[in-house]
C-alpha cells in the first residue's frame, strides 16, 4: 500500500512540474496586455491616416523661444522630475493656473467634434506612462500645414490655465508658442 502511495505521489508531483512547463507547440504566445506607448503609436498611425492625404508639417514655422521668459521650465529637469511635475500639474491644477510652462514633448493631435486638440505628450523615465498637456497656440494657425508632423519633438511655451467642457475640467497651455 506505502508502494502505491508512494507512486502515485511521484506521478502526481511528476504531473504538477510538467504542467507548469512551456510546450512549444509551434504557435507564437500572444501578449494581449498593451503599454502606453502601444496606445500613443496606435494614435499617432490612426492619426497619420487621418490626415494622409495632407503633407503635415511641411510648412510648420517655429517661434523663436530663447528670449521667452517661464515660470517652471520642465526642459531643464531630469525625466523624473517632469514626469512628477506634470503629475502634480493634473491633480492640483489650480496652483499653476497663470503660470508660464516650458515643456518639450512629443506632438500629437486629438480630432475632436469642434476642433483639434493639440498635445506636448511627455513620457516618464521608463517610458511607460505618459502624460500630456493641451495647448492653444497664439497665433492662430492651419493644420496640418503650419503645424509639425505628429510624433516630432517639440518645445512649447504658455500659460496654465483650466477650463471646463460640459462639466469636465481640462488643463491647457494658453498663448503658446511652439518650437
Known sequence: MKK??????VVLICLTLCACSEVDTGRTKKN???TVDDILNEAATDNEKTSAAVSGGKDFI???LNKEDCDID???????M?????NNMMI??????GKRIKMSGQFSVFG??????FA??????TACCSQGIEFMLKKERQYPEEYPEIGSEITVIGEFETYFEGDRKYCQLKDALIS
Open 32 to 34: 494581449n496586455t498593451k
Open 82 to 86: 517632469v514626469y512628477s511635475e506634470v
Open 112 to 117: 475632436g467634434e469642434e476642433r483639434n486638440y
Open 62 to 64: 517655429a517661434d523663436d
Open 92 to 97: 492640483n491644477p489650480d496652483d499653476y493656473v
Open 74 to 80: 520642465l526642459t531643464s529637469m531630469n525625466s523624473t
Open 120 to 125: 506636448c505628450i511627455i513620457a516618464d523615465a
Open 4 to 9: 502505491i502511495i508512494s507512486v502515485l505521489s
